[in-house]
Nanobody
Framework: QVELVESGGGLVQPGGSLRLSCAPSESIFNIYVMVWYRQAPEKQRELVASITSGGKTNYKDSMKGRFSISKDNTKNTTFLQMNSLVTDDTAVYFC???????????????WGQGTQVTVSS
């Protein structure tokens, strides 16, 4: 079973930075989009940023300038660089991807287990 593996979360002080990574556990035929979501305590899951196979990026307006999404096609890895972190950024960050695992399989939705980001002094 293909999994999305997230890493890079942790505890950071306000104003600090973290870089999250997400990659499938095996080679993939086609990755259509990779997306970062987050869910803070007592809040709904919200979109953070996304990047398509062609490199088009999309951000929530409030995160532009602080967060940056990128990808490494050779490793099928997406990154979320988070700078100038504030306490409100505290959340579980989830990686999502729509992928066709093999050339003969239909695209499906995949979710990572999430990585905790805690911003606190």
């Amino acid at each position: 079973q293909v999994e999305l593996v997230e890493s890079g979360g942790g505890l950071v002080q306000p104003g600090g930075s973290l870089r999250l990574s997400c990659a499938p556990s095996e080679s993939i035929f086609n990755i259509y989009v990779m997306v970062w979501y987050r869910q803070a305590p007592e809040k709904q899951r919200e979109l953070v940023a996304s990047i398509t196979s062609g490199g088009k990026t999309n951000y929530k307006d409030s995160m532009k300038g602080r967060f940056s999404i990128s990808k490494d096609n050779t490793k099928n890895t997406t990154f979320l660089q988070m700078n100038s972190l504030v306490t409100d950024d505290t959340a579980v960050y989830f990686c999502y991807s729509r992928m066709a695992v093999r050339s003969y399989t239909s695209p499906k939705d995949y979710w990572g287990q999430g990585t905790q980001v805690t911003v606190s002094s």
